[in-house]
């Protein structure tokens, strides 16, 4: 099977099993108990924070494990509205934020009665800061904004929004578990009230994630999560070191699979649209075909044996539209003509000529009945 669904999940790296099961040996205690063995997992969990925190450019003692990257987006925006309860009930959310964010979101507007402002995107597949300054209010307490797009991997004016947002003193919380690993990030230089990020994404296990907490916008010494995963949270350390240290690398690796799987598709004038913006992850394809379903092509590639995805999640002949294409001005009906193909470290482009080729053949197939 060819796997190019990387933006959903990647798959454990060799080094990130391998620190997974030394540590699951060694370093079974709990980190909170006060013995040696308790010690000794209370270090290694000290040891991934600094790892952690030093790609990031950030003191270790705001980084904060939790139970992944869902965890690590509803806690850092729980914790802000903590902070600014009292100041007022107004949030603006881009529109194409996770699920795990919209979820939330919703569960708040529901329950605790706040106003939620959905800020549309671009064409250039980004939000607009100029109509996000205009419906800032003196209640708004903070702003989410994605640092990269899952889809169509458009990549946030994160600086440009936290400029304005500092100016307001209103609170900023980005989801950087898709920028993580893959753009330099510097929070140092960003003031960004809290940063969630995600180990499955970068090679690491899945059920670890860690968010950033700006210690000028939560006063918070430690967070009760139970007890910590060590064996995971130092395979998350590890997956990240490697990622990192190679993070230019992987990208001029992935520009060049995507030019030229992009040249051949666009040579061959198949009946399909290329989602392509000025600043965009490269390894995120995002394609709109013109008639064909997306979760009709995703299943067609799938028995080809390709594995890509709708971005959206679906049942055969049910597939729900995708929100980030319905933000973006597509209607409902071509947006569930959407399927990403994401691109990981052992991708070839052997790999990608044959989704070309099956490429081809559906559309030949589809177009004849």
């Known amino acids: 099977m060819i796997y190019l669904d990387y933006a959903a999940t990647t798959p454990m790296s060799e080094a990130a099993i391998y620190t997974y099961q030394e540590i699951a040996r060694r370093g079974y205690g709990n980190s909170n108990s006060l013995h040696d063995i308790g010690n000794y997992a209370a270090d290694i969990v000290r040891m991934s924070q600094n790892q952690l925190a030093e790609k990031l450019h950030v003191n270790p003692q705001h980084i904060h494990f939790t139970n992944g990257g869902t965890h690590a987006n509803q806690l850092g925006v729980e914790l802000l509205l903590q902070h600014k309860q009292k100041q007022g009930r107004h949030i603006i959310a881009s529109g194409m934020e996770h699920k795990s964010i919209n979820d939330f979101l919703e569960n708040l507007r529901l329950n605790k009665g706040y106003d939620i402002t959905y800020l549309p995107a671009t064409q250039a597949g980004i939000v607009d800061t100029n109509q996000l300054q205009h419906i800032l209010r003196s209640d708004t307490v903070l702003v989410i904004v994605q640092h990269i797009n899952s889809e169509i991997g458009a990549i946030q004016p994160i600086e440009e929004i936290t400029g304005l947002l500092k100016e307001q003193q209103i609170l900023f919380h ?152 319905l933000n973006l001005g597509y209607t409902e009906e071509v947006a569930k003509r959407f399927v990403r193909i994401s691109l990981g470290k052992t991708t070839t482009m052997k790999q990608l000529e044959k989704v070309i080729q099956v490429c081809e053949n559906m559309i030949t197939k589809w177009y004849s009945t």
């Not at 929070?187 to 970068?202: C, E, F, G, R, V």
């Not at 690491?204 to 064996?231: E, H, M, R, W």
């Not at 993070?247 to 989602?275: A, C, G, H, I």
């Open 174 to 325: 980005c989801d950087g578990i898709q920028a993580f690993g893959k753009l330099a990030i510097d929070l140092a230089q960003l003031p960004i009230d809290s940063y969630s990020i995600s180990s499955h994404k970068i090679y690491g296990p899945k059920g670890i994630g860690a968010v950033y907490l700006n210690p000028q916008s939560v006063q918070l010494n430690k967070l009760d999560i139970g007890t910590l995963d060590v064996p995971s949270i130092a395979a998350f350390a590890t997956a990240a070191s490697s990622i990192v240290e190679k993070q230019n690398e992987e990208w001029l690796l992935m520009q060049k699979l995507r030019d030229s799987f992009v040249q051949q598709l666009k040579t061959l004038k198949f009946p399909l649209q290329l989602l392509t913006y000025p600043n965009q992850l490269p390894s995120i394809i995002g394609i709109l075909f013109d008639e064909i379903p997306g979760d009709y092509a995703m299943l067609a590639f799938n028995q080809a044996g390709i594995a890509i995805s709708t971005g959206s999640a679906c049942t055969v002949g049910n597939q729900m539209a995708n929100t980030t294409l």
